[in-house]
């Protein structure tokens, strides 16, 4: 087995067993509390993120950790090689009952991400890819949308950012949806079932990360909205903002949001 299968099936076994645990968190009943920024936490969040280190880190202890629910440090940052993890990626709809919550899991080596998983257990939905090796969902190759317009597109995105007056280039009519977890968007853009997926504010790595490698794997394409390319296992683990999309629209939506300047 080579390298970066081995790894793919570790983070894979561990968001399989990641996502029974959530669930039966849910089912014994949650404690729900908001953080400092006022975004939502459950006891959930942190078990499974106990899961996942100890699972991860007792296969991979010379391994970095960067979690949205473990305090972060500067060790990372020598590491060769760090796992980045959501323990619940769309924690409002997890609360709910909603199926649109997942656990996005990467490897990154050298500021890239080489292995990724992004399950969806309520959905009993596993996304994965390794450098090099494809994107899959639930073992089958899927590929990003061959769509060459924006016209009609179907785009994660709030409508009402898109739809005002102010954009130098206006937008054409597209067709807009949203979904919670930000890694979840990014993996139906991945399997063609979305053509794009726009965030313009900075989002972290642990929510983009794996969706990055399973899209760009899968054919389409990621960057901040000024079209730069991302860098893993920073000292500041935040993405300037998210466009994800099929090939050929890529490019058609930089142009149009690149006058927007950067934040953060």
């Known amino acids: 087995m080579s390298d970066l299968a081995a790894e793919l099936d570790l983070i894979r076994a561990a968001a399989a067993e990641a996502g029974r645990l959530a669930l039966a ?13 006022g975004s939502p936490v459950t006891s959930a969040d942190l078990a499974v993120d106990r899961l996942l280190r100890d ?14 629910e473990t305090a972060d440090g500067p ?15 769309g924690t409002v709809a997890y609360i709910k009952n909603k199926p649109w919550w ?5 490897v990154v080596e050298d500021g890239r991400p080489v292995a990724a998983v992004i399950h969806a257990p309520a959905l009993g939905e ?3 890819a390794t450098l090099g090796g494809g994107a899959t969902l639930d073992g089958a190759p899927i590929s990003a949308s061959d769509t060459t317009d924006l016209d009609d597109a179907a785009v994660l995105a709030d409508a009402r950012l898109l739809e005002g007056p102010h954009w130098p280039e206006p937008w054409p009519a597209m067709r807009f949806e949203k979904r919670n977890a930000i890694a979840y968007r990014m993996a139906l853009v991945a399997a063609g079932a979305f053509d794009a997926a726009i965030a313009l504010t900075p989002k972290w790595d642990w929510d983009v990360c794996a969706g990055a490698l399973v899209v760009e794997e899968a054919g389409g394409q990621v960057s901040d909205h000024h079209g ?11 993405q300037h903002s998210l466009v994800c999309a099929a090939p050929a629209l890529h ?13 953060g």
Do not use: H, M
């Open 25 to 37: 968190e849910r089912e014994r009943g949650l404690k729900v509390w908001s953080k400092s920024g």
């Open 102 to 106: 997942c656990i996005p899991i990467a």
């Open 55 to 68: 699972v991860l880190l007792g296969a991979r202890p010379d391994y970095g950790w960067l979690s949205e």
């Open 126 to 128: 596993t996304f994965a």
């Open 75 to 89: 060790d990372r940052l020598a590491r060769r090689r760090v796992f980045v993890v959501d323990p619940i990626d």
């Open 228 to 238: 730069g390319a991302w860098r893993f296992n920073r000292p500041d683990p935040r």
């Open 251 to 263: 490019a058609q939506i930089v142009r149009r949001t690149a006058p927007i300047p950067l934040v």
